[in-house]
């Protein structure tokens, strides 16, 4: 039965039906934002924002920190949607390792220059493209700074972010205007109870917003998508104190290599 | 030639041959030899494609005249939209048919139809020279003529001869729920052209453009500035008549005419048609800076241009692809991604940048394979599955390959492997994982037979190194980083 209400009967705002507690945002709120990429790392896209587009970003750590494997978290958010440009000089990439961190192969462009003039050349005319948003040069040491300095209004013109893949920490980064990764390795994650094996790797990320003058350290950690048995089994003796006294561990697939040796 | 039986071949089978040879029992497949006793004054021609595709360009562009949009249908069939002709069409047929045998002393067939399919049908099954079929009569034309003509799969032509129909007219009888249901989109397309509807449009036929101007260069220039400024121009008043006729070009070819020298020619293919702009400039300008500067180390006097040319290789339809439809925005990102192939592409080589495809392998440095990256893979969706994993060893996430590989050295205690030493670093090892033993390729010279090891060192750097078991030697290929 419908009834009208009369003129004197108080009507309910259409806001009452929500629950006073709700949050009611802009659709714009929830869009990313245009001039940032989002790196798909949720504590490293709530400090940043995602990697802003039109600035150079350092990714730095010493050997085995997990700088790689950052990499590869990166472009696997990165390359679902769109294209990028690896520049590759020391013909270092290991695609099947990257794939199995859900690197999206298609979508990754690899360069593998060598000679440094035709690099700058090539990134040139990808900055001036701005076909790709991101722009990865692993570059092995900080270039020099006035190189860097040379890039830069490139960089402010184009579309895209341009990351810097460094090998060790350096001392000091002039050139960088976006953001800088400093990772370190932080733990070997461990597998189920009662299942000795490595699952993953967590790393942890020193990171500097050069745009709005801050910093802080996070964890990130990526899982493999297959279990590696019993490698834990030592470093987390290591770590526990269970170590022997020479710090050396034991042979993991020891029954195969002892009868190799002694054969 | 035409009284005669004449067999085209490829040397040892018949690929085609005229009305005559058909009549002596000759058919296409049959070995030269047997065609030869079919008929003894059987007159063989050599297949030669390109001659073949050069004399049927030329056909093309005599039907040119004819009407504005020109079908290249395959060698032998063309369709040409008759729009707006009129009642003229039969004459204009007429003088065409009349041209092509005056000057390529080619016999042609013709049929005039309101739609390429029924014109095609009609020009191969009809005897005469022209044929029109009267407006609104393309179902009664077809009628009588089997149901294989219409491009319906064999399962379902013999489907409807089990059902006693044999014939266009006997389809066209069914009723349209009942093709729908049975034979889905094929059938009711089959179907709409069985009852006369043929509303396909033609697809104007692939060619190139020649717009070769000649810069009066006098006296000849001998530097580059001016040459590109022309041939700026050139691509410039190359561009508005693609944009005009809704067209874009998959490459082109420039000629620079030297004084007292051969013409210089440079062809390049650009990774994705499209409107020559900066990107193609500059990949030109890339390769003529090469070419030039190269000649002047030499030591020779630098080539003097008196005469530019550029032509635009197959220009073709471009489909829409500048509409901002559903999809441009990955159709925008691909012509993105082509210019900037066509740059690195001049600049790096056909190889430059590369789109790695991982492969199922035993060994690590096989485990991919590299092929030239093409803007067509822009918007391949992610795989919904992992990638398979060789079993022999696991890739790991984050591994970066050692290159070259570093020679080691590995420390023992007892059995245990507890030391390594790599690149004047020592580390101590924390666990070792291994060995993955990996043999293979014993017949060839290549063979190898190596053991893998993980190490994970104090310093909790993973490494996979290598033992060549053939000659003893250590290696470090990879650090999961």
Redesign the interface.
Known sequence: MNVAHGPNQQRASPLAAFPPSLAIRRASDLAPHADMLPTGLPPLDAFLGGLPLRHIHLLA?T???????LL?GLLATV??I??V?LFDP?????????????V??????????HDLQ?LR??LA??LR????PLIVWDTGLLPPAHLLDRLRPDVRASGSALLLVVAGIPLAAPGITGATLIAR?ER?EQGERGRPECVG?TVSVAVTDHRRHRSATMPLT?H???P????????RR?VSGD?DA?????????D???S???G | MRQRPVAITNGTLVLARNRRAVEAGIAVGMKVAEAATHAPDLLLVPDDPRRTQALWDVVLDQLDGLGPVVEDAGLGLALVDLTGAGRSERVLVRRTLHALTTLLGLTARAAVADGPFVASIAAQKTAQELILIPRDHGATFLAPLPVAVLPLPRYAVADLALLGIRTVAGFAGLRLSHVQERYGGIGMAAFSLAIGTDTRPLVPRVRERQETLSYPFEPPVDDLTPVLFVIKALLDNHAAILRREGLVAAGLRLTLGIEAREPVVIEQRWSSACVPGP?EL?ALRLTLGDQFSGEERDGALPPRVTEIGVTLLDCAPDGGAQLPLFGAGIVR?RE??G???T??HA??GPM???????VESHL?EE??Q?RP?TPE??G?P??SL??V?APSL??????????PPEPAIVG??G????ALACGGVHR????????Y?IEGRWWEERRFDR?YW?L???????HLIVEDRLSGQWTRV????
């Open positions: 750590g050997e085995g920190a997990g700088v790689t494997t590869h390359t679902r769109h294209p440009l020391h013909n270092r990439f290991y695609p099947p390792g990257a794939a199995a961190l859900g999206h192969l298609p979508h990754l462009l690899r360069v593998g220059v035709k050349r090539a005319f990808a493209e701005s076909a790709c390795h070997w790797k990526f493999y998508p297959a590696l048995p019993s490698l834990l089994r030592v470093a290591e170590a020479t710090g050396r561990g034991t042979l993991a697939a020891g195969a290599a002892a190799r040796r002694a | 990107a500059d990102q993105a991604v210019h900037l192939l740059r690195l600049l790096l430059g940048v590369v789109e790695d495809v991982p690590i485990r991919w590299s990256y893979r822009i391949t992610p795989a992992p990638i994993d696991p890739s790991l996430p984050g591994m970066i390959l050692c290159r023992w205690v059995e245990q492997l507890t101590d090892v924390l666990t070792a994982l291994g060995p033993h053991a993980f994970l060192t104090t310093d909790q750097t993973l990879g650090v999961v980083d």
